[in-house]
């Protein structure tokens, strides 16, 4: 899943780029014409939201797996710097607006269109927006389906292809996260990186170094990968990590971080004799952060209490907007993937 698209969104000629990548995603994963036009109608919104209230941002759509079954979602991000607001579920009805002019439709018609939509804004600070969009629509009154796993991931230069990819599967009480940044950039890249990715999902009852041991042998044929693997035992609350490469982690438990530098070598190409393992408790406040190189060795965790309580996929869009500006351009793929313990949601999951 190495296609991406990502649109700044600063004048109104931009709407229309965004629902095209919207479109474009849509046929990729191969979803009916009903998913893809409300994958079209949440990107629209969300982007004519973009410059209605926050000055402009920009827009990330991914190619993700759903939370069940076979197919492929795609997942659209709203990231910006604007003004923010106080009270998401006021925001969410219909009929609200902090505009002159505006019907305030519509993010309760992206609420009601995806299979999971997620706000997070603070005043002064901005807004995150994610939504899902799998192939089979929600019921109508259900509530989202809990994910546990949430990322995002950006090109270099807004390229078509990323070689960063990430991925998680279930194998019993396990839940096995693996984030692969693919040696150098474009397709080559992307090609080790989903390769790594696609093993997992046939491998996902390995340990982490067998995995990676198995995933050097998978990848030889392609360039290499870093590869970092987290896995939660749910019968022990246990965590287990292990990567190879420069894909980092930090897990939060408690008021507390801590950082997990991954081995030196190259999966596929240089794999050390010993590959280290790090075990942590796993617990209902943890939380756990893993990002390739091109988030900026620097970025602090977030602070903000209300936002770790928040779907995977927002806190995933919230560390790569805070750790990216303007005057610090990202200087590689970007991904970040977000584990946290299996919570259950509400309807449209708008805590603040």
Known sequence: MSRVWEVPVHDSTRVRDARTAAQEACAQAG????????AELVATELATNLLRHAGGGRMVVNLVAPPAGAGTSVQVFSLDHGPGFADADTALRDGYSTAAGSLGAGLGSCLRSANAFHLYSLPGRGTVATARIDPEPRTRGSAQAAVPVGGITTALAQAEQCGDAWGWARSGGLMTLLLADGLGHGPKAAHASTAAVAELRRAAHLPPAELLRRLHVVLR??????????????????LSLAGVGNVSARVRSGDGWTSHVAHPGIVGAYFPAQVP??????????????????LPSRWAPPEDTRLLAHDPSVVAGAILREA????????DD????????DRRTSPHDSRL
Do not use: C, F, K, Y
Request: hydrophobic share 45%; net charge positive; glycine share 4%.
């Open 277 to 294: 393992v790090r075990r942590l408790p796993w617990r209902r406040d943890s939380l756990l952060v893993m990002h390739s190189d091109g």
């Open 31 to 38: 979803l009916a014409a009903p998913r893809t036009a409300a």
């Open 334 to 341: 970007t991904s970040v993937a977000v584990l946290a313990p």
């Open 221 to 238: 044929p392609t360039r290499g990968a870093a590869v970092t693997v987290a896995q939660v035992d749910a019968d022990r609350a246990e």
């Open 324 to 331: 990216g500006s303007p005057a610090r351009p990202a200087r």
